[in-house]
Each structure stands twice: as structure tokens, then as C-alpha cells.
């Protein structure tokens, strides 16, 4: 175990000092992560790499080998265009499914609201409850917000059904933006429907036009990013709050020795915000003095970490890499997982400590860990059951093992469309007016995962890093923030970091050149925001100097994302490969053929730095598209490639 970190070889694993502290842990005491999983399943399947291996019926399993002498077809005659084609049809629907099944969550929630049947959920944001039933058709004419609420998710819930032809939050995108889906036949309907439409059209002997099985992927994508998960964003505001801008801290140093230290991981805040209030409770904080802490502490982890860093300012232990390395310090008292990007080790990480990891919703269960079922009409009352197992398990905490290895690094959070509008005075004209003048250049979106494949933060940090130097502002989501915000990129102070332009704007604001906008399904608030720049300047959204990275992916969710802003006419790079490449037809069509149909294609680069230079120069070529002061892209030299994979 832990073969690969013979010396200090775990350096090459991370940049960070926290994860380097803990893997020396795992080391020395023998404690399994997932880097040592990843190197014991090395090499993988060149197949599965190159996405020509098939599983989709019992006349295989099939792989072809489009390169050499093997075969060229699978049993039922499928080619490696065909192969590489269901099976990205098939990710971007789970990754579409996951998101979309979080946003129906919410939507149940809102509607036990609007029965009246929560003892602690209600509505915090009437305004947007407002605007959302007029987008709905829903009148609010004389209602109480409860009869809205009931009403409003009422209609939504068609969203996930088959009478409506188009999703109407899809009706925010530019007029130009819908008549290329209305063109080419991709504009969204249900979400359910788009997703058991993408599993029909990949069962052998269905749609086996590999061009017609990715477009209706790009469709099935976009019922996701114009659908479920703005569905999940906006009513996670209505219930919990829009995210305003707030200092917090990120790192493990945010665990504290003297205090019971609850994680919240997953994706889904239901559960989460009830803690927040949960972990308040005079009673349940005199039984934690009673057992010898100072106090509850809560911390974050992925996702649902980001949804209570961005509305409460919940400090955030780490990213995805860190959910074994968070319980080797020995000071976790109970790590409490809802659903996504789990990983079903964590249960046997914890046996290792005291820690308990208690799982809560039933469609999502865990190994080694106690199920506490989730009922969000009894929300209150859970929340403090489980936060009370927490301080009753302080007592089993041994004292040597508590080891939480660095200070915390501060971070903002909570730029919400809302935030930025407000910050920019209520309306996108003055970052319009930047752009124009060239002091910003444009925006990107920095998202996605961290990959035990990519040194862990890396990607995202020196890409955010040159493209701010670029006077290019980058906005976060997902575990991209939290690797900006341990590298000290999200205080107001790093704007020295950033080019002249973007820096004078940052402080003429006091905010950070790197914006944090959520979670995953999140990425939402970019693609409204982008529309809404879009929709000032009269034009569609790939006309702007926008791009879209994810530098460090491994989920399904990523490539449903990245399919949608694609699919919404953003550039997007890649810095982990997709399993296409045993298909050159497909990777033409992603990476050209794309541009003629939505204006925007993917692009793949593993080298940040190189990454960075593909998206200086197509924010030059948009900026000259637009009459904007442009330098010529021809001009920005590429860097000697650098591989920087462990
Ligand atoms: O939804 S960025 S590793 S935690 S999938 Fe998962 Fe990726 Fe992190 Fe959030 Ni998103
Ligand atoms: Fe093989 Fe075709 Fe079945 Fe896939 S669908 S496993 S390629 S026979």
C-alpha cells in the first residue's frame, strides 16, 4: 500500500502543504488513497481510453481497434464512430441526470413548502420566487408566497416531463442563441425525457447515426444547463438564500482541535443549511461543552461545501482529492455525505479514526457508513439528531491522532449573478464598458473537478493565474474554487497578481480577479450571466470573448457541462482527454465541425499553461469579431509543451 509515495514522491501528487502533510500520514500508517487505487489499476484499458469498448448488450462485451489489426466492428456491426459516439451520449446523460435528479430534489422541497408541511424550510428570496412564476406564467396576483410556492413547483415539474415542448428558463438564452437550437433541432425539452431519450437512442439496433446520436446529446445536455440544474440554482436560492459576497477560509486548517468538527459533503445544501441551523442550537452546544469542546465547527467539502461557503460563509476544508486526506487528521468527528463525488472509501478511511460518516439520502448509501434517511418534511429535527451524534462522538477522539497540518488561507465567496450585478451597480454595463476599453479582455470559466491523474490543483491555479496576468477575470465553480482559493487567489488582495486593466478594476471594486459562483450545478449563474451580457450588447452569446476550462475533470457532470456551454456557444478546453479519440471523425466534429453549428467547439489541453494560450488568443479573435481593440492571436506564442501529469 501507498507503493507509489516511496521518499517524499507524494509532492508530485499535490501542490498543496495540507494534502502533502496527510499523505505522509498515509504513508507511514499505511492508509489507502485513491492515488494508490489509481496506480493499482494502471495502465488502463486502451479501449476505454480511446472510448471504443462497448458493454451495451450481452452479444458483447465489444472493442474495436481503429488503429491496428483488430477488429473494426463489435458483434452487432458497430463502428468506433458509432462505439465513441453512445458512449459519450451516454456520459453526458448521467452527468445530465445527476444534476437534473439534485434539481428535482429542490423542486420536491419547494413543494412540501408551498403545502406547508416543513418544519424548518420557507421561502427566503420572494422576489425570486416572484420573477421565477413569471417566467412560469404562473400570477402572483394576490397569493401568499406558500400558494406560489405550490403552484410555482407545480409547473416546474412539467420541466421533467413531456407535455412541454421547451423548457422556458431555456427562454433567458439570446434570441439568436434559441434559433440555432430550434435550427439544428436541439432545443431542450424535459429533462427526463431527453435523458431516457439519449439510453433509447444507445440500446443496439436504435440511432446509429453517430453526427444524429451527438446532437441529441447536445440537446440531452442542454436540458441539464437550461433545465435541471437551473432548476437546482435558482430554488436553492428561493429557499436558502442568493449568495452575496463573504470572507471565509479554505483549507484544513479550518478544522479546529479544540471543537466538534462536522464535514458537509456531496452536492445537495437541503440537508446542509439545516445543519447550519442545527449546529446553533443552545442545547445541543451546552451538551458539546458538557462532552469538553470549545463548539461545533462545520466545514465544507465539494460541493455542498460550496453551497454554504457562497449563502453562509461555512469555511471550506477542500476539493474532491480531499475527502480521505480531511479524515486522517484525526479531528473529524462525523463526516456527513448526501450524494455525488463521494468516493465509497470514505467509510473505510474512517474506521482508521473515530470518525463517523453517516449517508442520508436513500437513493445514495455508502459502505461502512450509518444511514440516517433523509425526510425534508422533518428536516429540523434530523439535522439535530445527527449533529448530536457528532458531539457525542467528541469523546472518542484520540488525542495523538488529532493533526491538522496548516493555517487556513482566506477566500471570497458569494458572487452570485445577483452579487456581481450589484456590485457593478444593478446593471452588466460597466463590465461591458471594461471589456470594450480592454481593460478587461473577457471572462472565463474556470470549473470542474480535481483528477488523481493531474497533480492535484495545479491545472486550474496556474491557468487562473495566467489568465488573470492576461487582465482576463476568471470565474469559479466546483473544485476549481477551492483550488484557486487555497492558492490565495479569492481576496481582494490578488488583484496585484492580475494584469494592469483587470487589477485597477478589482480594486475600484474591492473585489478578487477570481470570482466564486457556486457549485456545479452553478455553472448555471455563468451561463445566465453570459446571456445577460449577451442580451445588453444585442448580440449571441458566441459572439463575446468568453471561454470555458475545466482543467482538471474526471465526472460525467463535467462533460454534461462542458457539452452544454459548448452547446450555449462557449469555447471550452478540456485538460484531462475524453474517451474519443479512437473516433478522428468525432474529435473533428468536437473540435471544428462544432464551430459551425453552435459557434463554439471543445478544445483538449493538459498543459495549463498552453491552455491559457488558446484561450488568450480566441478571446483576441472575439474582441476583433466585435470591433474591440484586439491583439493579433498569431502573436501570442504557444509555450514549449510542460506536462505537469503525476
Ligand atoms: O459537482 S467539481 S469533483 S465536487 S463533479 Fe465533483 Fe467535479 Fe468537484 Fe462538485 Ni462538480
Ligand atoms: Fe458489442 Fe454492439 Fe452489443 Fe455493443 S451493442 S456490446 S458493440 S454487440
Avoid at 452546544?285 to 469542546?293: F, I, T, V
Wanted: proline share 6%; net charge negative; glycine share 10%.
Amino acid at each position: 500500500m501507498s507503493t507509489k509515495f516511496s521518499g517524499n514522491g507524494y509532492k508530485k501528487m499535490s501542490i498543496n502543504r495540507d494534502a502533502w502533510a496527510m499523505l505522509e500520514i498515509a504513508q507511514r500508517e499505511g492508509i489507502e488513497t485513491v492515488w494508490d487505487r489509481l496506480a493499482a489499476q494502471e495502465p488502463q484499458c486502451g479501449y476505454c481510453n480511446l472510448g471504443t469498448s462497448c458493454r451495451n448488450c450481452a452479444m458483447g462485451p465489444c472493442r474495436v481497434d481503429p488503429f491496428g489489426d483488430g477488429p473494426q466492428k463489435g458483434v452487432c456491426g458497430a463502428d468506433a464512430d458509432i462505439i465513441v459516439a453512445r458512449n459519450l451520449a451516454r456520459t453526458i446523460a448521467a452527468g445530465a441526470s445527476a444534476h437534473s435528479d439534485h434539481g428535482r430534489d429542490i423542486l420536491e422541497t419547494l413543494h412540501i413548502v408551498g403545502e406547508g408541511k416543513s418544519d424548518v424550510y420557507q421561502i427566503s428570496e420572494p422576489e425570486k420566487l416572484h420573477q421565477l412564476a413569471e417566467e412560469y406564467g404562473v400570477s402572483i396576483d394576490g397569493k401568499s408566497d406558500q400558494e406560489l410556492a405550490a403552484e410555482l413547483s407545480w409547473e416546474m415539474m412539467e420541466d421533467y416531463g413531456m407535455r412541454r415542448k421547451k423548457l422556458p428558463l431555456a427562454g433567458r438564452a439570446p434570441a439568436a442563441r434559441q434559433e440555432i437550437w430550434e435550427k439544428t433541432g436541439v432545443y431542450p425539452r424535459g429533462v427526463d425525457r431527453e435523458n431516457v431519450e439519449t439510453l433509447h437512442r444507445t440500446h443496439m439496433g436504435v440511432d446509429n447515426d453517430w453526427v444524429n446520436i451527438l446532437l441529441h446529446a447536445v440537446r440531452n445536455s442542454l436540458s441539464d444547463g437550461w433545465g435541471g440544474s437551473m432548476i437546482a440554482t435558482e430554488l436553492s436560492d428561493v429557499l436558502f438564500g442568493i449568495p452575496k459576497p463573504n470572507s471565509s477560509s479554505v483549507n484544513l486548517g479550518v478544522l479546529k482541535a479544540d471543537q466538534v468538527n462536522i464535514i458537509l459533503h456531496g452536492h445537495n445544501p437541503m440537508l446542509s443549511e439545516v445543519i447550519v441551523a442545527a449546529s446553533q442550537d443552545e442545547e445541543i452546544l451546552a451538551l458539546a461543552k458538557e462532552k469538553g469542546a470549545q463548539g461545533i465547527n462545520l466545514a465544507g467539502l465539494c460541493c455542498t461545501g460550496n453551497e454554504v461557503l457562497m449563502r453562509k460563509g461555512i469555511p471550506m476544508a477542500g476539493n474532491h482529492l480531499m475527502q480521505e486526506l480531511c479524515i486522517m487528521t484525526g479531528a473529524v468527528e462525523l463526516m456527513l455525505v448526501d450524494y455525488q463525488c463521494i468516493m465509497p472509501s470514505v467509510g473505510e478511511t474512517a474506521k482508521c479514526f473515530h470518525t463517523k460518516v453517516i449517508s442520508t439520502f436513500d437513493k445514495a448509501k455508502f459502505p461502512n457508513a450509518e444511514h440516517i434517511s433523509f425526510d425534508p418534511a422533518r428536516g429540523l429535527e434530523i439535522g439535530k439528531q445527527i449533529v448530536r451524534t457528532a458531539v457525542e462522538n467528541y469523546e472518542n477522539r484520540v488525542p495523538e491522532k488529532i493533526r491538522i497540518p496548516v493555517e487556513p488561507v482566506p477566500m471570497m465567496a458569494g458572487f452570485s449573478v445577483e452579487a456581481i450585478l450589484g456590485a457593478l451597480g444593478g446593471t452588466p454595463q460597466p463590465l461591458i464598458d471594461a471589456i470594450v476599453d480592454g481593460s478587461i479582455r473577457g471572462a472565463v470559466g474556470v470549473v470542474g473537478c480535481s483528477n488523481p491523474k493531474i497533480k492535484q490543483d495545479l491545472g486550474h491555479t496556474e491557468l487562473t493565474k495566467q489568465l488573470i496576468a492576461n487582465d482576463i477575470l476568471v470565474v469559479v465553480t466546483g473544485c476549481a474554487a477551492v483550488a484557486d482559493g487555497k492558492a490565495g487567489l479569492m481576496v481582494p488582495e490578488a488583484a496585484d497578481l492580475a494584469g494592469p486593466g483587470l487589477s485597477a478594476v478589482c480594486k475600484a471594486l474591492g473585489i478578487p480577479p477570481v470570482l466564486h459562483m457556486g457549485s456545479c450545478v452553478d455553472n448555471t449563474r455563468i451561463l445566465v450571466l453570459a446571456a445577460a451580457l449577451a442580451n445588453t450588447l444585442g448580440v449571441d452569446i458566441s459572439a463575446l470573448p468568453l471561454a470555458g476550462a475545466a482543467p482538471e475533470w474526471y465526472s460525467e457532470k463535467a462533460v454534461a457541462i462542458g457539452t452544454y456551454v459548448v452547446g450555449s456557444g462557449i469555447y471550452t478546453v478540456l485538460g484531462t482527454a475524453p474517451p474519443v479519440f479512437g473516433s478522428p471523425n468525432i474529435v473533428n466534429l468536437l473540435t471544428e465541425g462544432l464551430q459551425d453549428v453552435f459557434g463554439a467547439t471543445f478544445a483538449v489541453e493538459p498543459d495549463p499553461n498552453r491552455a491559457a494560450v488558446l484561450i488568450r488568443r480566441h478571446i483576441e479573435r472575439k474582441r476583433a469579431g466585435l470591433n474591440l481593440p484586439a491583439i493579433s492571436p498569431d502573436s501570442i506564442a504557444m509555450p514549449e509543451a510542460e506536462l505537469t501529469l503525476v
